[in-house]
């Protein structure tokens, strides 16, 4: 098991201990803060209620928490150390004059800093080579994205361990080979804030206001486009070259203020606050961070079913994610064939509860759905053979709900064949939790051409390894439940 060192436990290092522990690395905090351990636990039991279900694939088990009491401690056996003390060049330097002299030689170091370059970080120490701006987003437990920020005297080994270190917990490692003060994102995220405080101070717009302009307007067009892409589209069919000239030459009117800041003083801050609280005060930060996660994760899963943006990414970890996960993509990976195959093996995610508290009742068809994909995967029913025009739809379905799910608990679904023959595929899966039997998914599948758009025989490589699972499963007692239907009321 790899062991993060996570050196500050605020809101950062407990978004960064979260996102290390439930990718199932051990996790050893230091923070002199006495409430740390409580504060951690917070961010911890929310990052377990969004996290896990983001993806379609379960993360592997969770990693072992512990605290300590010295640097020295905690970055014994380290393979990685995130530095997320608060922003204070000779507080955070101070922490590396104690980290050269205790990390491990190949332990590479990332600091969160938000605005401090790495040669500020790694002026002085032996160890500047393995130091590097690993600046993550706030929640780190769900946001893909960390600028590694680096400088000549990080060899490549260090970038390239550092990038396939936060691959591994499916974030995305942005490397910025030009250090800047406050990186890429944050010098965006500042013009934005700098423009609304001059708009709240002058009175044009209320903290409210302009949180609405954002989240109804161009705040969504960003998380799935960015600015570049999504300004091309906005130059219709001629593209960026006519946007640019189009609104290229307004940027020189006087629109902004981004070179001014306004004077923080206690009336900027009593009117920002103020209306703060007017706008969100009935809610608990807790509660804010539940409601930003479930609209986070719910976006992210959007995403993820157009194989876009950070849902592409999260697609990309999935998969890396399936052989740990014991799902198999070739009948040759399915262990024993003979016995029904593991088609699903997920948390069921936020976004899948209804009313009534539980998962509803159109995702157990979800579920079952994604494995019968899996299943159709594995007989080389893959993306290959459907682009060249053969694929499956199913003619019938009959699913029995025999027991309630609920959101974060782990599911999964083992499918057997009971018959591959021609152009039929019929399915049964069964969906547990642990031991217990949740629901059955009883599916009829006829094989087509997408040409025609009618039945047809599949190709005999798909045939065979159906008839091969078919055969090999058929010796197993006839499950209880198959071929069952409602009825007509007598
Ligand atoms: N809050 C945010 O939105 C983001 C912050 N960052 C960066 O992350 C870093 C930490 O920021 P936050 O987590 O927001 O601050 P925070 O104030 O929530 O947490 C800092 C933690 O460090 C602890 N600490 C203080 N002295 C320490 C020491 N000598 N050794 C170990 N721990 C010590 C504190 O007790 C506290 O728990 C900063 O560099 C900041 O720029 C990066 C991305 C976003
Ligand atoms: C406000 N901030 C500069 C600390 C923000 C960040 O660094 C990134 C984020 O999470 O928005």
């Known amino acids: 098991m790899k062991t993060a060192a996570i050196i500050g436990g ?78 204070r060049l000779d507080l955070k330097q101070k922490v590396y004059a104690e980290l050269q002299q205790h990390t491990p030689a190949a332990a590479v170091i990332g600091s969160s800093t938000s605005g401090y370059k790495p040669s500020q970080l790694q002026d002085g120490f032996d160890n500047a080579a393995r130091i590097v701006v690993a600046h993550p987003f706030n929640p780190v437990y769900l946001m893909p994205l960390v600028e590694v920020v680096t400088t000549p005297v990080n060899p490549p080994e260090v970038i390239e361990t550092a990038k396939a270190i936060i691959t591994s917990v499916g974030m995305y490692p942005l490397h910025l080979k030009k250090e800047i003060d406050a990186h890429v994102a944050d010098r965006f995220l500042e013009a934005v804030w700098r423009e609304a405080l001059w708009l709240v101070k002058d009175g044009i717009a209320t903290t409210e206001e302009i949180d609405n302009a954002i989240r109804y307007g161009f705040g969504i067009r960003w998380a799935q486009m960015g600015l570049f892409e999504t300004y091309r589209v906005a130059g219709g069919e001629a593209g960026m070259k006519h946007f640019l000239a189009q609104f290229g030459p307004c940027l020189t009117w006087p629109w902004t203020k981004l070179m001014d800041v306004p004077e923080f003083n206690d009336e900027l801050v009593d009117l920002i606050a103020g209306q703060s609280d007017a706008q969100s005060g009935r809610h608990s930060i807790r509660e804010l961070e539940r409601i930003r996660d479930d609209n986070l994760v719910g976006m992210m899963r959007a995403l993820s079913a157009n194989d876009w943006g950070a849902g592409a990414l999260q697609n990309a970890h999935d998969v890396a994610r399936m052989s740990e996960a014991g799902l198999a993509r070739t009948l040759d ?158």
Not at 370 to 384: F, K, N, V
Request: one cysteine or more; glycine letters at 10%; aromatic letters at 6%.
């Open 10 to 87: 605020g809101v950062i290092g407990g978004g960064w201990a979260a996102r290390f522990l439930l990718n199932g690395w051990a996790v050893r905090v230091f923070d002199p803060d006495p409430d740390a351990e409580r504060k951690l636990a917070d961010v911890l039991a929310n990052a377990r209620r969004a996290l896990p279900g983001l993806g379609n694939v379960a993360l592997p088990a969770e990693g072992e928490l512990s605290f300590h009491s010295t640097i020295a401690e905690t970055v014994a056996g380290a393979d990685w150390v995130q530095e997320s003390v608060p922003e």
């Open 333 to 490: 990976e399915v262990a024993d064939p003979s016995q029904p195959v593991l088609t699903l093996n997920r948390v069921v995610p936020l976004d899948w509860t209804d009313y009534n508290g539980h998962m509803t009742e159109s995702r157990y068809l979800d579920a079952f759905a994604q494995s019968t994909d899996r299943l159709m995967e594995i007989i080389g029913c893959d993306a290959a053979y459907i682009a060249a025009g053969g694929s499956y739809f199913t003619a019938e379905t009959h699913i029995r709900h025999l027991d309630e799910v609920h959101a974060g608990q782990p599911i999964q679904v083992r499918t057997r064949v009971i018959l591959g023959q021609g152009k039929k595929m019929h399915l049964w899966h069964e969906m547990y939790e642990g031991e217990r039997l949740l629901a059955t998914g009883e599916h009829m599948l006829l094989h087509v051409d997408l040409k025609t758009r009618r039945s047809a025989p599949p190709a005999a490589h798909i045939e065979a390894k159906l008839t091969q699972l078919a055969e090999g499963q058929a010796g197993l007692p006839t499950p209880e439940g198959l071929g069952r239907a409602i009825g007509a009321p007598r």
